[in-house]
């Protein structure tokens, strides 16, 4: 179960890392992926999202280094790699869904606010889906590191959603504002 838990790790960034080389999104276009990055850098809940996900990397890392996946299936495995599937299915739905995909929490010119496919569900999918890998990669694995890079990631994304929301609504005012009590932030019918 091991060489799984790796191929769906790939298989979860594997559409962001597609949509991030041909972006389409705007200024992210004109910038660059790696401008994006740096930016974020300066940005403390960007910090703190990308430190839980680098934590849930390493600690997946250090994990099967140290021999602590089972190579059998187990009742924790077959549990994470759900959650995990569940997570690598709904980034790719959700990147496949949104045209004006931003690292950073931007508005550009002519963003379209996106409320069909994942997101008529939940405003935040690519959020849900991060705190599924989070949680999968910590069920699956079950050491501290983990589950600790995971509640950061639950964390992280959920003050991103927050300061995300803050922009969409100055720009998108009462439509936004409807489509925020009508569907819930990263749990469906929680608003």
């Known amino acids: 179960m091991d060489i799984f838990l790796v191929a769906l790790q790939i298989s979860f960034f594997a559409p962001v890392l ?12 004109k910038t660059g992926i790696l401008t994006e990055i740096a930016a974020s850098a300066r940005r403390p809940v960007m910090v703190l999202h990308g430190i839980g ?17 089972s190579r059998m299936v187990t009742v924790r495995g077959t549990l994470g790699a759900v959650l995990l599937l569940c997570a690598a299915l709904l980034m790719t739905w959700s990147i496949v869904a949104l045209r004006s995909w931003r690292l950073l929490p931007i508005v550009d010119p002519g963003h379209e606010l996106c ?3 994942p997101y008529g569900v939940v405003r935040h999918p690519m959020y849900l889906a991060l705190d599924l890998l989070g949680l999968g990669s ?16 639950v964390v992280g994304g959920d003050l991103r959603a927050r300061r995300e ?8 005012g009462d439509r936004y504002r409807g489509y925020m009590m009508r569907v819930g932030r990263t749990i469906p019918f929680l608003y």
Do not use: Q, S, Y
């Open 138 to 153: 910590a069920v699956w694995v079950g050491t501290a590191l983990v589950a600790v890079a995971a509640t950061l990631l």
């Open 53 to 69: 996900l680098l934590l849930v990397w390493a600690g997946v890392m250090f994990a099967l280094m140290e021999g602590r996946v």
């Open 115 to 117: 409320m069909t496919g």
């Open 18 to 29: 597609i949509r991030a080389a041909g972006n389409t999104g705007g200024a992210a276009e």
């Open 165 to 172: 929301e803050k922009a969409l609504v100055e720009v998108f």
